[in-house]
T-cell receptor
Framework: EAGVAQSPRYKIIEKRQSVAFWCNPI?????LYWYQQILGQGPKLLIQ????????DSQLPKDRFSAERLKGVDSTLKIQPAKLEDSAVYLC????????????????FGEGSRLTVL | AQSVTQPDIHITVSEGASLELRCNYS??????LFWYVQSPGQGLQLLLK??????LVQGIKGFEAEFKRSQSSFNLRKPSVHWSDAAEYFC????????????FGQGTELSVKP
């Protein structure tokens, strides 16, 4: 079974530039997550999709970050304009949704996209 | 609000020695609890999870964890550490409404001395 695919693995940009990250979840996984992991910290949830609808984006800095999941499959996370503090690894994860919408408990993570903002 | 605390930022153990990584959580209901491991340049991999039932759960790579409700803890243990266990370990609590999500602790970096 193929895992969660992310690209690019590494990106270096100047502040105020824009960047986009792509994620393809495991086939059949209805729920998709974007987490931000700053060096030395645990992953922080940015946005959660179930199929193509947003479930939780309460910690997404909406003035500069946007995300979409067209057709309920792959997803794109965009940052525009980037700030120095956006330097982090952006992790995509996916999970199954259990019967009656229940949480099955396991998230499958991609290898992440490392962003450096200069 | 839900939260997870891992009190130890960095731990060093000798190869063959036992290991215990601490995790404390704050959650209003019965928690779903997880331990993930992250090797350098890799994504997070699930080691084990607790949903209900037996409070001692077994995971992959010889790891186990014990849920203690009275202490709000879910500590990870391994009786004999191998050099390949050097990695970052994250404890997480599952919030299981609206499809579910994980809230992570800040992580504990494990170094293994030969």
């Amino acid at each position: 079974e193929a895992g969660v695919a992310q690209s690019p693995r590494y990106k270096i940009i100047e502040k105020r530039q824009s960047v986009a990250f792509w994620c393809n979840p495991i086939s059949g996984h209805a729920t998709l997550y974007w987490y931000q992991q700053i060096l030395g910290q645990g992953p922080k949830l940015l946005i959660q999709f179930q199929n193509n609808g947003v479930v939780d984006d309460s910690q997404l800095p909406k003035d500069r970050f946007s995300a979409e999941r067209l057709k309920g499959v792959d997803s794109t996370l965009k940052i525009q304009p980037a700030k120095l503090e956006d330097s982090a690894v952006y992790l995509c994860a996916s999970s199954l949704v259990g019967l009656a919408g229940g949480f099955t408990g396991e998230l499958f993570f991609g290898e992440g996209s490392r962003l450096t903002v200069l | 609000a839900q939260s997870v605390t891992q009190p130890d930022i960095h731990i060093t153990v000798s190869e063959g020695a036992s290991l215990e990584l601490r995790c404390n959580y704050s959650y209003g209901a019965t928690p779903y609890l997880f331990w993930y491991v992250q090797s350098p340049g890799q994504g997070l991999q699930l080691l084990l999870k607790y949903f209900s039932g037996d409070t001692l759960v077994q995971g992959i790579k010889g790891f186990e964890a014990e849920f203690k409700r009275s202490q709000s803890s879910f500590n990870l243990r391994k009786p004999s550490v191998h050099w390949s266990d050097a990695a970052e370990y994250f404890c997480a609590v599952g919030v299981y409404n609206q499809g579910g999500k994980l809230i992570f602790g800040q992580g504990t970096e494990l170094s293994v001395k030969p």
